[in-house]
């Protein structure tokens, strides 16, 4: 079966410093992979999207970077974070095409200070 | 672009008390519909979606009704249960696609025993 894992849950950084989060999906292969910002009282935004290795593409202009140096890696960066980038992040998978279900990370939460 | 309006923000009902949540959208031309369940410090997971082929779709004690003409959507919960308390999110695409799927701001759900 498929699973996907995201990692850390929970992160606390000043501002200014950097951000890597990552995902990994495992069980399918060449999935279409999402990283999703979710704020509190509002619904999730579609930060970035990936079809394939080295495949990226940005949603919205922010101060984020995503990559993706595996298949079923997709990876989520700063530089230097802002107080704005703190949230829940999810990361989500679909197989094949660009349609059907989203199946959604447990998330990571980032507290900038 | 798309606009998914959700209401209520917060919903509390008795056990086995039925549940309805429900969403507007904008774009006439937004045909696929999911809603996804949110429990506390998970992602979201899909629990029912309808295409706008057709006016009503049940799971169980769970159902969706589309309203083309006006442009809404509803969930149902009959004989709520603890265990569904949660956050709900709708959410409406064209063709399903994730690249265009807007999700709506959410509803908590509240089934008090």
């Known amino acids: 079966s498929q699973t996907i894992h995201q990692w850390p849950a929970t992160l606390v950084q000043p501002v200014g410093s950097p951000l890597s989060l990552e995902c990994t999906v495992e069980?399918?292969?060449?999935?279409?992979l999402y990283w999703y910002r979710q704020a509190a009282g509002r619904g999730l935004q579609l930060l970035f999207y990936s079809i394939g290795i080295d495949q990226i593409s940005s949603e919205v202009p922010q101060n984020l970077s995503a990559s993706r140096p595996q298949d079923r890696q997709f990876i989520l960066s700063s530089k230097k974070l802002l107080l704005s980038d703190s949230g829940f992040y999810l990361c989500?998978?679909?197989?094949?095409?660009?349609?059907?279900?989203?199946?959604f990370g447990e998330g990571s939460r980032l507290t900038v200070l | 672009g798309e606009n998914v309006e959700q209401h209520p923000s917060t919903l509390s009902v008795q056990e086995g008390d039925s549940a309805v949540i429900k969403c507007t959208y904008s774009d006439s031309a937004s045909n696929y519909f999911p809603w996804y369940k949110q429990e506390l410090g998970k992602g979201p997971q899909l629990i029912i979606d309808?295409?706008?082929?057709?006016g009503e779709k049940k799971d169980q004690r769970i159902a969706v009704t589309l309203n083309k003409t006006a442009k809404h959507f509803s969930l149902h919960i009959t004989e709520t249960q603890p265990e569904d308390s949660a956050v709900y999110f709708c959410?409406?695409?064209?063709?399903?696609?994730?690249?265009?799927?807007?999700f709506g701001s959410g509803t908590q759900l509240t089934v008090l025993p």
């Open positions: 069980g399918t292969s060449n999935p279409n």
């Open positions: 989500a998978w679909r197989r094949g095409r660009d349609t059907g279900e989203l199946f």
């Open positions: 959410a409406a695409s064209i063709g399903g696609s994730a690249r265009q799927l807007t």
């Open positions: 309808i295409r706008s082929n057709v």
